[in-house]
């Protein structure tokens, strides 16, 4: 059996397993959820295999159910060696992705959701304010600690091509603009890999795909999933 990605538009972090999953040459399908739309959200299918209805969400191709960002996207590059995506265990090139992706997917993700509360206030609500300078103040520390991250490297975990930690921070840094939370100018590192990332074509395939439009794969991609087929593939 192929592996199944589960993703949310708009916006969702499993942009970060789309990209991978392009990179890693693996074969897959996909499957859609609406964040937007509570039926999308609450389909008994999906919720069968995650049931707090979060995305992303694998099917391994054992078919067996794989829960969180950073754990499917470990589980992508341990499947898929030959893609530089990862490294072995028990090596510092280990130590150092397993470091910067867990702070990515704690510290620097965690940093943009006072931001998200804020979007989603009433008007009259005081408390949009706080939020918001909440929100710019960790997002600015935090970039400030990937700017050193990336001082004198090409890529965050690797000076040959990017890894998993990469396809994180192109899921997580694209809030930075349409929030107004920094400059990423103030961050040439930053801004340069990201913009490295954009033209990538794994990365450019991924915003086709959450926007909908035709897309032309160069890793494994098979074909999207209705909702209602997963529960075949889980049964």
């Not at 397993?17 to 399908?29: D, I, Q």
């Not at 589980?75 to 265990?89: D, E, I, K, T, V």
């Not at 706080?130 to 050193?148: D, G």
């Not at 801004?191 to 795909?209: N, Q, S, T, Y």
């Amino acid at each position: 059996m192929e592996t199944t990605l589960i993703y949310s538009v708009p916006f969702g972090c499993s942009f970060a397993a789309l990209a991978a999953l392009e990179w890693s040459g693996l074969p897959y399908r996909l499957a859609r959820v609406e964040a937007r739309d509570p039926a999308s959200k609450q389909h008994p299918a999906f919720l069968a295999i995650n049931p707090l209805g979060q995305t992303p969400a694998l099917l391994t191709h054992a078919g067996a159910p794989l829960l969180e960002s950073m754990a499917i996207l470990l589980h992508l590059a341990a499947r898929a060696p030959q893609s530089g995506l990862g490294f072995a265990q028990g090596t510092p090139q280990y130590d150092r992705l397993n470091s910067v992706l867990s702070f990515l997917h704690t510290t620097f993700h965690a940093a943009f959701m006072p931001a998200f509360e804020a979007s989603r206030a009433a008007p009259d609500d005081a408390r949009a304010a706080v939020w918001r300078e909440m929100a710019i103040e960790k997002v600015n520390k935090s970039l400030a600690h990937l700017e050193r991250l990336l001082a004198g490297r090409a890529w965050l975990a690797s000076d040959t091509a990017p890894t998993i930690a990469d396809a994180y921070l192109a899921a997580t840094a694209r809030w930075v603009d349409p929030l107004q939370l920094a400059s990423l100018a103030a961050y040439p590192h930053v801004a340069r890999v990201l913009a490295a990332l954009e033209r990538d074509p794994g990365v450019r395939f991924a915003h086709a795909i959450e926007a909908g439009l035709p897309a032309t794969s160069q890793g494994g991609f098979l074909g999207h999933v209705a909702l209602d087929q997963l529960a075949t593939q889980t049964g």
